[in-house]
């Protein structure tokens, strides 16, 4: 208990504390005795608090501070006793070393000039004192003079205009930062803002004013005599326009806050020179955004949660603000971005979340924005189609793009650029495979957030890259497991992980990946208890630490097993004999009659790839040196004769190898999946291992489920991937012909003698 630094004893129906009654609780920070009918409070009962930094004892029928012994307490900051039966505001010496006093809510009618006297005459500047739901009827003039704040809430504390507008007048020499006055947004009495009304402000020196809950009248209040006003804040008010008598030229923040306002007040804010905050938010009935702004010292600018509709945004924006360093548009209606984004070099942070976004995507409109640190795009819409979708933000340390979309083929590259990426949000992007290249470059990356996305497997080799992660977000996916190598790197790289609501598979099939969730949850790597089973079924809705798993099969069950697949063995040679026959019989008879290749390679692709084979491959081959000759459907099959004849003589019994052309398109065509199968089975025959890869474009590898065969050949296999770069595609070339000339010594020497007669 001695290290205990938080006790909360909200309603314990404490009615006596004894003295020494946290005796030895030297390290305690926080004590909260809300909701406790404490009858007596012993002068010792705060005794041996050393530390304590904050005081909780609202709701406790306290009548006033004289009854708390809190005077040795040197280090508390903040004490709140509200809603309790406080009659007098009187404050006692120890008062001035707080930062806080919150006494909101209790009965203070009537404040007289010596309730502050111990509080007159001394720098308070880290002081804010909470009067707000007093019924203030009275303050005796004085009361406040020569008294230093920093923050002095009068929210709902007057009853009606002419008592607010006395007791202002009363305050007159109140030095204070911040003050706030008006009702909570849910009072139901009107209290107008009118003219005359907060005369006594002028006798004070306030350097922020915030007005809530009140109504506005055509006679607008004039704030031009607030000399040293340099914050306005209008809070949950009715207010539709914003006059200039509103705005003295001293302003240097400006927050309207759910309000009436329809248009941007884009001419009062223009006459503002000193301005370098504009918040207006959360304001229903605001569309329009027209007119410029001429806010040349302008650093912030947040016009979150309105209905702004702008299909041109920000020209009216980056030209009269040269020095704009945040922009939030989250939470509006549409925001179109456009290359007038190239004008705001200084921006650091962009929100543009849970806005429709157009053009962020399909044009690179981040190109000159080297100094964005911050950049949210969650919610947006945005599809992301060119690789070059967040080129030039070289200083972006956290991006979130939640809830958008990607193309395949750019995944792979689309984070190239963002080296200095600390967070990346990814959850909800419909992702069901990520490319092994995809994080290559985020060597900083320390948070990544891959939830409520349709992931089967994330590959060990996605993940190695990232040498700062510490935090990782699988939640809400499909993983059944995960395998080995992505286990290991988890327990030796990170410090939170979060694999909840995944349909885990507790049978013995993953039993390795079972045992490494029991044996780091015994280490003390903590997993959510969401972490459950969803097969089989008996196991169903378990969690993966209490599985208890029995996998060693008596012999009984092993000889069950082994019937049952011969059982399967002989169905699948009843349901595949007649499709492999044809190929058997004539492998048989080609072999019989005829043992000379006449190609180097039969070319296997889907027929949407046509034009690159046309234009890329046979040029290269045929025409190149060596020389191959490559057997293609469309120039080589003997028309007339059934496709599946020709696909076995004339492609594959007169090949040496199998050139596969593999695609999104070859995966999803089911005269490519045959073809290829028809090859395996001639490699099989012919104990030969004649095929070749070609990677075209980057695949889903989710979708190569159903062609389990080409599946398992990538996992084994090394293949050759195209790439756009000169260098990169030299080096394709030269191992492509490199691996087609492999185990044909006679065929090389043949073209070697036929180059030299040719010369």
């Known amino acids: 208990m001695s290290k205990l630094e938080l006790l909360d004893l ?13 005796f030895g609780l030297k390290s305690l920070h926080t004590l909260i005795l809300t909701g406790n009918p404490v009858m007596h409070w012993p002068p010792l009962t705060f005794s041996d608090l050393a530390s304590l930094h904050r005081l909780v004892v609202v709701e406790t029928s306290l009548t006033s501070l004289s009854q708390l012994s809190l005077a040795h307490l040197t280090l508390l900051k903040e004490l709140h006793v509200g809603r309790n039966l406080f009659k007098s505001l009187y404050l006692p010496n120890y008062v001035s070393s707080l930062h806080v006093l919150d006494l909101r809510a209790n009965q203070i009618a009537d404040i007289k000039e010596n309730d502050l006297e111990n509080l007159r005459n001394i720098n308070l500047s880290n002081f804010s004192l ?3 739901q007093n019924p203030i009827d009275h303050i005796s003039p004085g009361a406040f003079r020569s008294v230093s704040l920093h923050m002095l809430h009068l929210k709902g504390c007057f009853s009606n205009a002419d008592i607010m507008r006395s007791n202002l007048n009363a305050m007159s020499g109140l030095l204070v930062e911040k003050i706030v006055i008006g009702h909570y947004r849910i009072s139901y009495m009107k209290l107008w803002f009118k003219s005359g009304h907060f005369e006594g402000l002028y006798g004070m020196d306030v350097n922020e004013l915030t007005i809530s809950g009140m109504h506005f009248d055509d006679n607008t209040l004039s704030l031009e005599f607030f000399k040293n006003l340099t914050s306005l804040r209008v809070i949950h008010t009715d207010l539709e326009v914003l006059w200039s008598e509103m705005a003295p030229s001293s302003l240097q923040k400006l927050e309207i806050k759910r309000s009436l306002l329809t248009g941007m007040p884009s001419g009062v804010i223009s006459t503002l020179k000193e301005l370098k905050e504009i918040r207006i938010t959360e304001t229903q009935k605001l569309t329009s955004f027209v007119h410029d702004i001429v806010v040349p010292n302008l650093e912030l600018l947040d016009l979150s949660g309105n209905k702004l509709n702008m299909e041109k945004c920000c020209s009216l924006i980056s030209d009269r603000a040269p020095n704009l360093q945040h922009l939030n548009l989250s939470y509006n209606t549409l ?5 007038v984004f190239l004008n705001m070099p200084h921006l650091l942070s962009l929100d543009l979340s849970h806005s429709q976004v157009i053009t962020v995507g399909i044009h690179p409109v981040f190109e000159l924005m080297h100094k964005l640190i911050y950049l949210d795009l969650s919610y947006t ?3 992301f189609s060119i690789e070059c979708s967040f080129c030039g933000l070289y200083s972006v340390e956290v991006l979130k793009v939640s809830k958008t979309k990607f193309s395949t083929n750019i995944l792979a590259s689309v984070f190239k650029n963002l080296t200095e990426l600390r967070l990346l949000d990814m959850s909800s992007c419909e992702l069901n495979y990520i490319p092994i290249e995809t994080f290559a470059d985020l060597k900083l990356l320390k948070t990544l ?3 409520n996305n349709d992931l089967l497997e994330l590959q060990e080799s996605v993940l190695s890259p990232l040498l700062a992660l510490t935090i990782l977000n699988l939640s809400f996916n499909s993983f059944q497991s995960l395998s080995k190598e992505t286990t290991t790197f988890i327990a030796q790289n990170l410090v939170k992980v979060d694999l909840s609501h995944n349909p885990y598979d507790c049978s013995c099939d993953q039993k390795i990946f079972l045992l490494w969730v029991q044996e780091q949850n015994t280490r003390g790597f903590k997993f959510s208890e969401s972490l459950k089973c969803n097969t089989p079924e008996y196991l169903q809705g378990t969690q993966l630490i209490k599985v208890n798993l029995n996998c060693i099969m008596n012999i009984y069950l092993s000889l069950g097993g082994f019937l049952i697949a011969i059982a399967i063995s002989g169905g699948m040679f009843h349901c595949y004999k007649k499709k492999y026959f044809h190929l058997c019989y004539l492998l048989q008879k080609y072999k019989t009659s005829n043992t000379e290749k006449e190609y180097d ?3 296997i692709y889907s027929s949407l790839e046509e034009e690159w084979v046309k234009e890329q491959l046979v040029p290269k081959l045929e025409g190149g040196t060596p020389r191959f000759q490559l057997c293609l459907h469309y120039r080589d099959f003997i028309p007339g004769v059934p496709i599946t004849t020709n696909i076995v003589n004339e492609g594959i019994c007169r090949s040496r190898k199998a050139l596969i052309i593999l695609s999104q398109n070859f995966i999803e065509s089911k005269w490519c999946s045959f073809e290829f199968e028809m090859v395996m089975s001639w490699q ?11 990677l075209l474009e980057a695949v889903n590898m989710a979708h190569l489920k159903h062609m389990l065969e080409l599946s398992k050949y990538l996992r084994k296999n090394t293949y050759l991937k195209w790439s756009d770069g000169y260098v ?3 080096i394709f070339w030269k191992r492509l012909r490199e691996a087609l000339q492999q185990g044909n010594e006679t065929a090389k020497c043949a073209r070697k003698l036929e180059d030299d007669d040719g010369e």
Do not use: M, N, P, W
């Open 601 to 603: 390679a039969f070319v």
């Open 728 to 730: 990169e595609r030299k």
């Open 130 to 132: 909470i009067l707000s």
């Open 684 to 694: 099989f025959l012919e104990s030969q291992c004649g095929i070749i890869v070609i």
């Open 335 to 339: 925001i179109g971005i456009s290359s």
């Open 381 to 383: 819409g945005c599809h």
């Open 449 to 451: 957030d891959l939830s």
């Open 10 to 22: 909200t309603r314990c129906s404490i009615t006596s504390i004894d003295d020494y009654a946290f």
